[in-house]
């Protein structure tokens, strides 16, 4: 959509030079210097931001992912669903695949954004404990659905989402599904170190500890990666409509949160149904579940992504019919 011009802009001349009457550009020493004190503004704040969420992230022991050889390799073994589905949901950009780097960095900060979630969850937890069973679905649906999927986003926000290869909405669902990557790490990490901690019968007991906390993990990880797939969509969705960009990316945070919170309030009791229905141990009836709602909300944002790649694909080809008419058309009239 066009640039909203101001009156004296749109009814001027091209020749007229509106400068500090209807438009601006840098000129002079004093422009650049507000631009200057503008870009430093804005990386102080993004680095005040990173900073705080590392200090939080050593504060509540998240580092043990990496200083604690065992709990590290139990870390990436609980991340592994959650890594094949986000190379899943890259390999379906139909666009330009993005940058391994982007991809990285934006990793690293759904690891770090991530705590911002763990304190805001930890502070207000009380406030709903008191309500039994209501209070924690509210808590579900008030405080971690929402929080958590928009902390997933502001590492999306902080640095792939300003950068030229950010180029297309289905790129929003591929660093979306990064930052649930990066969040459904840490978050393993520290469940894991918390597991670990409790007390266990000798090396034994440490492993068979180790192992179940990492089994449920692994299973938890791949709804973060579609959860913030979806909202990443729609911040997508909202760079390229920027008149509309507040609603759509509530309208993202809202689907991705309402997904969440919804698999928390009711994890607990479909396993339980699972079991007596089936008779299978606990495990077996979580993995069952999981399957079943994954698989139904991950088809549903898979069908919004090959909608995608089949208007790309469309318009693409028509594009290039029309180019390859223009082509023939010109050489016939070259002859």
């Known amino acids: 959509m066009s640039r909203r011009r101001d009156p004296v802009e749109e009814r001027a001349d091209e020749g007229v030079d509106l400068y500090d009457v209807a438009t601006w550009e840098r000129r002079g020493v004093l422009d ?5 004190i503008y870009r430093v503004l804005v990386a102080s704040t993004r680095l005040f931001v990173i900073g705080l969420a590392l200090l939080i992230l050593v504060a509540i022991g998240g580092l043990s992912a990496i200083t604690d050889p065992q709990i590290g390799a139990l870390t990436l073994l609980s991340a592994l669903p959650a890594l094949a589905l986000t190379i899943y949901v890259r390999q379906s ?62 590492a999306v926000r902080l640095y792939a989402y300003g950068t030229d290869s950010f180029e297309a909405v289905v790129d929003g669902a591929v660093y979306g599904a990064v930052a649930g990557l990066g969040f459904a790490t840490i978050e393993n990490a520290l469940y ?16 068979g500890a180790g192992g179940g906390i990492t089994a449920v993990r692994a299973l938890a990880g791949p709804g973060h990666v579609i959860y913030s797939a979806f909202a990443g969509y729609y911040l997508g969705l909202a760079k390229f409509n920027p008149n509309s960009r507040g609603p759509i990316i509530i309208k993202g945070l809202l689907i991705a949160a309402f997904i969440h919170a919804t698999y928390n309030a009711t994890v607990g009791i479909g396993t339980g149904l699972i079991g007596l229905a089936t008779g299978l141990p ?9 399957l079943i709602y994954d698989g139904f909300f991950g088809a549903i944002l898979f069908r919004k992504i090959r909608r995608y790649s089949h208007t790309y694909r469309s318009v693409h080809e028509s594009e290039t019919a029309e180019e390859s008419a223009f082509d023939v058309e010109t050489d016939e009239f070259e002859s």
């Open 32 to 36: 650049t210097v507000a631009a200057g």
């Open 93 to 154: 950009d139909v666009t330009h695949a993005e940058p391994l780097s982007l991809l990285v960095a934006t990793f690293l900060l759904g690891v770090l954004t991530a705590n911002f979630a763990a304190v805001l969850n930890s502070y207000t937890k009380p406030l709903f404990s008191g309500l039994g069973f209501l209070g924690t679905v509210l808590f579900f649906f008030l405080i971690v659905g929402p929080v958590e999927e928009t902390v997933k986003l502001l």
């Open 192 to 207: 894991i170190t918390q597991g670990l901690d409790a007390p266990t019968a000798g090396a034994l007991g440490l492993i």
């Open 282 to 290: 606990q495990l077996p009836s979580f993995l069952v579940y999981v």
